[in-house]
Nanobody, 133 residues
Framework: QVHLVDSGGGSVQAGGSLILSCAVSGNTYSTYCMGWFRQAAGKEREGVAFIDSDGVTSYGDSLKGRFSVKGRFSLAADNANNSLYLQMTSLKPEDTAMYYC?????????????????????WGQGTQVAVSS
């Protein structure tokens, strides 16, 4: 069993920055992929950034155009402190959503970038990010 606690959300103006944190506890021995999803009001949950057990990161391939986070978001794992961080810069109103940390229970696919929300067994409670224009 893995327990995830999300924190760090808040309200910022466009162009601002936030760092989301995910505190990880429990048995992560079999965990291969961890990452962040976000869900805006009335929309489906979408993958934002992922990291695998080798430290390879990938950023939401499904997020295109003005919703893309590439170059603006950075994901890092702090194994010593059992934490996962999502640094978000140059925030846009389109980034407004509830953000969720997620972890799998075992490797589901060849690459984290191939994962969908259904592949993750454990979820944080979510932390709200609101970006005003």
């Amino acid at each position: 069993q893995v327990h995830l606690v999300d924190s760090g959300g808040g309200s910022v103006q466009a162009g601002g920055s936030l760092i989301l944190s995910c505190a990880v506890s429990g048995n992560t021995y079999s965990t291969y992929c961890m990452g962040w999803f976000r869900q805006a009001a009335g929309k489906e949950r979408e993958g934002v950034a992922f990291i695998d057990s080798d430290g390879v990161t990938s950023y939401g391939d499904s997020l295109k155009g003005r919703f893309s986070v590439k170059g603006r978001f950075s994901l890092a794992a702090d194994n010593a402190n059992n934490s996962l961080y999502l640094q978000m810069t140059s925030l846009k109103p389109e980034d407004t959503a509830m953000y969720y940390c997620a972890a799998d229970s075992a490797r589901q696919r060849l690459s984290c970038s191939d994962y969908s929300a259904d592949d993750f067994a454990y979820w944080g409670q979510g932390t709200q990010v609101a970006v005003s224009s």
